[in-house]
Structure formats: C-alpha cells, structure tokens
C-alpha cells in the first residue's frame, strides 16, 4: 500500500545530541501519529496529532502537524541510549476509512 | 490505558500446520482491530481490518482463505494462519482502536507482536 516518505532512513547520533525526523506526502492526513518500535515488540505510541499546525510535546519528545497537512516532523532532545530503536511515522486520512499509511521507519542508533 | 496484549509472544510450527494468534484489548473496547505483518528491517504491512461481529476486510494481494481472522467481541480477536509455510514466517502484530469510559479513542493501539516461524 501506499507509504509516507519518511526520512532520514538512519541516525547516528552521540548521547545528548538532538535529533530530527520527519514525513511527507502528496496526500492530505487529518491525523498524524508517530511510534517507536523496540526490537522483538511492537511500536508504542509516543504523539498524537489532530490539527494543523499543531506542536505538540512528550517528555523530550516534540512533534508538529504540518500546517499543509502533508508533513509532520518529530524533535528528540538531549537524546539517551535508551531512544535506539525505530521510529515510525503514520497518517490517517478521511478517505482511507480507519486504515493507517506508515512511513518506512528510522533507525537511530545513540552512542553513549 | 489502552493496552493491547498479544498470545503467543513466539511460536514455531511444523509446515502445513495452522497456528492461531490472539489480540486482546485489556482496557478498552476495540471496536476495531488490525492484523499487521512486518519483515526485517520493514515497516508495517496492513493484511486486513476487522470490525466487531462483521467480516474482516483484506487487503489485496492477503488471501481471506489462509489469513482466517475473527473478531467476535469487543475485546478479542484472532488470526489463523492456515497450513503455515516457510515463507509465512514473519512477525505478526495486531492493532486496536475503540473507546473507554473516557472516550473514543483515534489512535491505534499495538499488540506486543508474534514471531511466527514455519519449518
């Protein structure tokens, strides 16, 4: 099925560094989510975004509702070794009943 | 709130056998569930949608006859994968989306996942 363009695809980063993630697509979401997956789990929902132009923080964690609600971005600041893991974007449109598009993940590897 | 619980975490099974996987939701009613499958370093591929007490609804190229899926209370549903094969190896996680005494809920919420392997 379709996916979001999200990217970067990985990240190598050292502890205490920021990081930036984001997602695009041609298509209008009304709704964004972003999830980190840990090996053998499944993906926990970190933010929920419903509104355009919404900013919306979680701990170290912010994400905005692009306001042409086609992107969306996910800020992580003073990363930690415990971030590693994936994180994925996914967009939930009118048209696509309660079906989520996903983005293909990005890896982020956190040197200590 | 909002969990999601997921039974067997594993399993390994002979080819040809079935194996069935669990997905319950433990605090909310799911109106809605999802069966996932997702390969090494992959996102996650939707096999189809189940609405409570209705036929699930597949995604093209999932076969309805070999990913058998029953979503038959608010809080329960399974996925048969019927005479397994090598190739139906993979991690299979579910996703429900419902209410709670505080709400409706738009967010999908995980399963755990199953890590099926077929011999």
């Known amino acids: 099925g379709q996916q979001l363009n999200q990217s970067p695809q990985s990240m190598f980063i050292q502890e205490g560094e920021d990081v930036s993630m984001n997602c695009t697509s041609s298509s209008i979401f009304n709704t964004w989510l972003w999830y980190k997956q840990d090996p053998g789990e499944g993906p926990v929902l970190l933010i929920a975004l419903y509104k355009a132009g919404e900013l919306t923080s979680n701990g170290r964690l912010t994400a905005q509702f692009g306001i042409t609600r086609k992107d969306s971005f996910l800020n992580i600041s003073a990363s930690i070794p415990s971030d590693v893991g994936i994180y994925f974007c996914?967009?939930?449109?009118?048209?696509?009943?309660?079906?989520?598009?996903f983005g293909e993940g990005t890896q982020l590897t956190v040197n200590p | 709130g909002a969990v999601v619980s997921q039974h067997p975490s594993w399993v390994i099974c002979k080819s040809g056998t079935s194996v069935k996987i669990e997905c319950r939701s433990l605090d909310f009613q799911a109106t809605t569930m999802f069966w996932y499958r997702q390969f090494p370093k992959q996102s996650l591929m939707l096999m189809a949608t189940s609405n409570e007490g209705s036929k699930a609804t597949y995604e093209q190229g999932v076969e309805k006859d070999k990913f058998l899926i029953n979503h038959a209370s608010l809080t329960l549903s399974t996925l048969t994968v019927t005479s397994a094969h090598p190739e139906d190896s993979s991690f299979y996680i579910c996703?429900?989306?419902?209410?709670?005494?505080?709400?409706?809920?738009?967010?999908?919420?995980f399963g755990p996942g199953t890590r099926l392997t077929v011999l």
């Open positions: 996703s429900a989306r419902g209410f709670s005494g505080r709400g409706s809920y738009n967010e999908q919420f």
């Open positions: 996914a967009g939930l449109r009118e048209t696509s009943g309660s079906r989520l598009t």
